[in-house]
């Protein structure tokens, strides 16, 4: 919450009088900007659907100073694998338009996808929301937005922060971050780079939309235009998890296209002996990403370094899942080669 400005009063009036240097009246936490009742009731108001993630194996509750998650008798030879990420400026935009609880949702499944690429399944997760001015309502729905994309891949959200931060924050800014923290077995940790080889099929599965990537770039775009409703219903639409579709997979390599866009992302599960050649006529690109391209005249290198145009997933040989379509292959890369080559 910021800091109010008190109306103009009689010297020695306010709860400070500079002239004095002294407190005059009560001040409260409240008058400073932090409202630990709003607080209370988000936590309240949360609970139900965080609780409704626990698995066997959470030992805690809502309001433990730490989140308790057994991991006695685990078969095999367990790795666990951790990420940490957030959703960028996505969350200003879903600001101005008040849609909270998609937010939820593309900060657990961006973290799940993050780790399904090392071959990981998620155990539990934490999130971080920070605020200027703390709305219940709003940290409500985000949260549960949180609970419901984690329930859905049978994850249980363990613990959380809520932060109000009058003066760090301006007025009616939000921010989210999630670590999440998975397993799998040593045997099975993507990706298998000494398999890969020129001639290993490359293939991908469409995004929902942008995701949780390029959202200065489309704010800096759509800023001043008319946009209808449809519209910013595809900019708003939630990230999608992949977890479904490549649980098991037998794929070499998966790249979740991130920040980067498939140019950066591909490249970083790859040898260095290898280049990706990936055949930009093989997929249709959403009309969503064409007008974003238009509107900025973007180089294809910009475009494709910026937005995932289409695709959220690439995976490396294996068995293609269902909804994937072929998207090039894995080529001799040559000393200083390009990782990812763009045809």
Request: hydrophobic share 45%; glycine share 12%; with cysteine.
């Amino acid at each position: 919450m910021t800091t109010r400005d008190p109306a103009p009063s009689a010297p020695g009036s306010d709860p400070i009088d500079p002239a004095r240097g002294s407190v005059t009246t009560s001040v409260t936490y409240k008058d400073a900007g932090v409202d630990i009742d709003a607080a209370t009731a988000a936590v309240a108001g949360m609970a139900a659907a965080v609780r409704a993630t626990y698995t066997p194996r959470v030992l805690s509750d809502v309001g433990s100073f730490g989140g308790l998650f057994s991991v006695e008798n685990w078969p095999g030879k367990p790795v666990l694998v951790a990420s940490t990420d957030g959703v960028g400026t996505k969350v200003k935009l879903a600001a101005q338009h008040e849609r909270w609880r998609g937010i939820g949702h593309d900060l657990v499944n961006h973290c799940v996808n993050d780790i399904l690429v090392q071959g990981a399944r998620p155990l539990f997760f934490l999130d971080y929301v920070a605020t200027a001015r703390l709305r219940s309502e709003v940290i409500v729905e985000i949260v549960t937005g949180i609970a419901e994309a984690c329930a859905a891949v049978g994850c249980a959200v363990l613990g959380g922060e809520t932060a109000e931060m009058p003066g760090v924050y301006v007025e009616g800014a939000v921010d989210v971050a999630g670590t999440i923290v998975g397993m799998v077995d040593r045997d099975a940790v993507l990706p298998r780079l000494a398999e890969m080889a020129p001639g290993t099929p490359l293939w991908a599965l469409p995004s929902s939309g942008p995701h949780t990537n390029g959202y200065s770039m489309i704010r800096h775009l759509i800023d001043g235009r008319q946009l209808d409703a449809a519209f910013v219903d595809a900019l708003l639409a939630p990230h999608r998890c992949y977890l479904d579709v490549l649980d098991g997979t037998d794929a070499l390599g998966l790249a979740h296209i991130t920040g980067g866009g498939l140019i950066d992302n591909v490249a970083r599960v790859l040898p260095d002996t290898v280049s990706a050649r990936i055949d930009l006529a093989s997929w249709t690109v959403p009309e969503l990403f064409a007008q974003l391209v238009d509107w900025g005249r973007l180089s294809v290198p910009e475009a494709y370094r910026t937005f995932n145009m289409g695709i959220g997933m690439v995976g490396i040989g294996g068995t293609p899942p269902t909804g994937a379509f072929p998207v090039g292959e894995l080529v001799a890369r040559p000393a200083s080669g390009d990782a990812v080559l763009l045809v």
